[in-house]
């Protein structure tokens, strides 16, 4: 089976397109949460995740939108954003939105993964480090944990005597690149498959993965998209003017 991997889009619907459109071949899509906040376009990426259909995960700005979380941890720019994003949604897309499941969600077609948005000891833990990931690499028997919420593509791999972490390297900053993972027997793995719509590794290209479960392979890949617009969208609606600019600088 081969997944597209998505995650943490947050409203930016031409980062969504362009992913899709540069997508190899796929059997399934999972949707690894965050799938509003911070863009323009809540309610258009709402309907074409939901035409994608797939595994979803909630990610902590799904709750925070659709009224299930406070906003107490939320700096007052991704506050701002999800009340305006809670007031823009379509009963239907709220409604929803609040009913997507909490990770780890599974699949019994590949009973050897799961999908988080943060972590599978808790939905919200940010995993950045290779000592952050130890734990729920190690706690739980199943050997793939796929996750999303760091926006920043990768992952980490242990056994009971070593772990490492792995970057995805590229050659451009403007063009359409992949790069592969060959995953290795007797390791547990944790994949992030980068940010669809806000990525924070310097990087701008919006970010998705395929895997590959026949081969046990992990393609990374970046893409460009229509920045101009999407930011436009930012501005247009009155968000605060960090969130377009940032796009640009992939942080």
Sequence with gaps: MRLLLLSDIHSNLEALEASLAAAPAYDRVVNLGDIVGYGGSPNEVIQRSRSLGGIFVRGNHDKAASGLMELTDFNPIAGLAALWTRDQLTPENLDWLRN??????????????????????????????????????LAFSVPLTFFGHTHLQGGFSANATSNDAFRPPYKTVGQAESTDWQLKPGLHYLINPGSVGQPRDGDWRAAFAIFDSEAQLVSFHRTPYDLKTAQERILAAQLPQRLATRLAAGR
């Design 100 to 137: 997507l499941p909490q990770g780890p969600v599974h699949m019994e077609d590949l009973p050897e993964s799961q999908f988080v948005h943060g972590s599978p000891i808790d939905e919200d833990d940010y995993v950045v480090t290779a000592r952050d990931a130890l734990e729920p690499l």
